[in-house]
């Protein structure tokens, strides 16, 4: 694995002004991915893990701080870094499957080219052959959910971004889905962030692992297991407590940021 | 094919029902004419009523071309910030309620008598509905196709033609045919109540010569026309482009 640096969030801060009121999306932010990396974030709903993953994308304007994807600043939403969201909606439903990877790779690369045996290649890439002239309506949730990373990955982006990609798969299907994009990261080698409230999705498929809560990064954990990861080995159980131990009863992160700054919080297992 | 029979077997059982009440109540011929005399009627005038018709759905499709074109760039104007949106929207509140026919005396003293006038009122009409359905369907589309098109580096007209105009089909869709059918009303009643100048004229102008004349089978025999087209024009052309766009897409319940 390569050890350059792809991405740099530092000193990233998001407030919502809604009238009066000021909410707090994420607060001083900073950490880096490396290219290659498969970095998951966790945390409980409404902690800003989502709007963090929003300002990487370019959809919501930071307050303060900056972000640069291999040196250039991020300030609005590009094909260099993509989304595929949770919603099962996000697929084009007036195109087919083809369509829509092809729409995507045509939106972006304005030149000729042989879009339509690419498609193939993408909608082979997540499992997906034989699908390219269906439409959206006509798959189940996990298909929609493997043409929206196929049309994501066909625009070659540096920076994948995953908000709870799965979060509204069954368990199953979810398994299938984990295995689907472990075996395209490795083939693509494209970097990841996935945002997940799911400890063990994120200690199954990641390599780093930054904790939030209430807006603000706990602890950032590198997680050293080896591919492909055994859930009952007892190094998997372990670091997964160890995970799980970042968060107490009522789900929120307990380790007090002003005790442990972000850039402290760094533990190797 | 059954789809056609009923619709056919409705049709004559209206007819029908027609005949009964006109020879049990016993009604002049004058206000409550048979369908024989209706047909009649047709048969005798199908030269009139089809270049009558012709002049009418030229207007009308005149009129409808321009209103739809107006619609789509006010819409995406009111896309392009907050001030534009909120000058269309008071436009709309302003506008909407008026009816066109209401606006014939003011487009008369503007324009003179004559198929400008008349194609003012139909564009007139047509584009407040047509904005108020296009509007409604931009805002309405699912957040993740918008933001998937951002994504991919699409911005103003190429993000408005390429992914919210589909994204919004089925409101641009009911658009099309409340604005077809405001097209129509107002070339009829602006004819009715005007007239036409230079001996052109369309179906308004043929009621209002046939009621003139006191011909009542002309005047249900240009009604009958009216309804015909309206009828024509939804299952051949409406439901045509339905079945091809969002009813093939499913992003329409049934």
């Given at each position: ?7 740099t969030v ?7 002004e ?9 607060q ?6 490396r ?29 303060e701080?900056?972000i640069?994807l291999?040196?250039?600043?991020v ?19 007036w ?12 939106a972006?690369d ?9 498609a193939?290649q993408y909608?082979e ?6 699908f ?12 929609k959910?493997?043409a929206?990373i196929a049309r994501?990955l ?10 709870e ?51 603000r990064?706990r602890g ?5 297991l080896?591919r ?25 992160a307990?380790?007090?940021s ?10 190797a297992? | 094919m ?8 409705f049709?004559?059982?209206?007819a ?11 009604y002049?011929?004058?206000?409550f ?35 739809v074109?107006l ?7 009111s ?34 008598i004559?198929?400008?006038s ?19 369907g ?5 957040i ?11 911005a103003g007209?190429?993000?408005?033609l ?8 089925p409101?641009v869709?009911s658009?099309?045919r409340?604005?077809?059918?405001r ?27 046939k ?6 089978p002309g005047?249900?025999a240009?009604?009958l026309?009216i ?8 299952y051949l ?13 499913k992003?329409?319940i049934?």
């Amino acid at each position: 694995m390569s050890l350059e640096e792809l991405l740099t969030v530092s000193n990233v801060t998001k407030i919502y002004e809604t009238g009066k009121n000021k909410v707090v999306g994420v607060q001083n932010i900073s950490f880096c991915v490396r290219r290659g990396e498969f970095v998951s974030i966790i945390g409980h709903s409404g902690c800003g893990k989502s709007t963090l993953l929003r300002c990487i994308a370019g959809f919501e304007k930071i307050t303060e701080g900056s972000i640069y994807l291999s040196g250039q600043k991020v300030k609005r939403p590009e094909p260099n870094r993509v989304m595929v969201f949770q919603g099962l909606d996000q697929l084009f439903p007036w195109l087919t499957l083809k369509e829509n990877i092809i729409f995507a790779m045509k939106a972006v690369d304005k030149g000729r080219g042989n879009f339509a045996e690419r498609a193939e290649q993408y909608l082979e890439l997540v499992g997906l052959e034989g699908f390219g002239d269906f439409y959206p309506y006509q798959l189940s949730g996990g298909m929609k959910q493997r043409a929206a990373i196929a049309r994501a990955l066909s625009v070659k982006p540096e920076l994948l971004l995953m908000d709870e990609p799965f979060g509204s798969l069954d368990a199953f299907t979810r398994r299938a889905m984990h295995e689907m994009l472990l075996e395209v990261w490795q083939r693509t080698g494209v970097t990841i962030i996935f945002v997940t409230h799911d400890l063990e999705e994120a200690v199954e498929l990641s390599d780093k692992i930054l904790v939030f809560s209430k807006g603000r990064l706990r602890g950032i954990l590198e997680n050293h297991l080896s591919r492909p990861r055994e859930k009952d080995k007892s190094s998997y159980r372990s670091f997964l407590l160890k995970v799980s131990n970042f968060f107490d009863d009522d789900g929120r992160a307990s380790l007090d940021s002003r005790e442990l700054p972000a850039a402290e919080a760094k533990l190797a297992f | 094919m059954r789809d056609f029979v009923s619709k056919l077997a409705f049709i004559l059982l209206l007819a029908l029902a027609w005949e009964i009440v006109r020879i049990t109540c016993d009604y002049p011929v004058l206000l409550f004419p048979g369908i024989a005399s209706i047909a009649g009627a047709l048969w005798v005038e199908k030269v009139d009523l089809i270049s009558k018709t012709l002049f009418s759905l030229k207007i009308i499709g005149t009129g409808l071309a321009v209103a739809v074109c107006l619609a789509m760039l006010a819409t995406f104007i009111s896309f392009c910030g907050k001030i534009f949106a909120e000058i269309v929207s008071d436009l709309m509140a302003i506008m909407h309620p008026l009816p066109g026919i209401a606006i014939l005396p003011v487009a008369i003293l503007w324009f003179g008598i004559g198929v400008r006038s008349i194609l003012f009122v139909v564009v007139f009409s047509a584009l407040w509905p047509l904005i108020n359905h296009f509007y409604a369907g931009f805002r309405s589309i699912p957040i993740n196709q918008l933001e998937v098109g951002k994504n991919l580096g699409l911005a103003g007209w190429e993000l408005a033609l390429k992914v919210m105009l589909p994204a919004s089909f089925p409101h641009v869709l009911s658009g099309l045919r409340t604005g077809w059918a405001r097209a129509w009303q107002a070339s009829v009643a602006a004819e009715l109540v005007f007239g036409a100048a230079g001996g052109q004229g369309g179906l308004g102008w043929y009621l209002y010569k046939k009621r003139f004349m006191m011909e009542t089978p002309g005047v249900f025999a240009g009604m009958l026309i009216i309804v015909l087209i309206g009828i024509a024009v939804e299952y051949l052309i409406f439901a045509g482009i339905e079945n091809r766009t969002i009813r093939k897409w499913k992003t329409i319940i049934n």
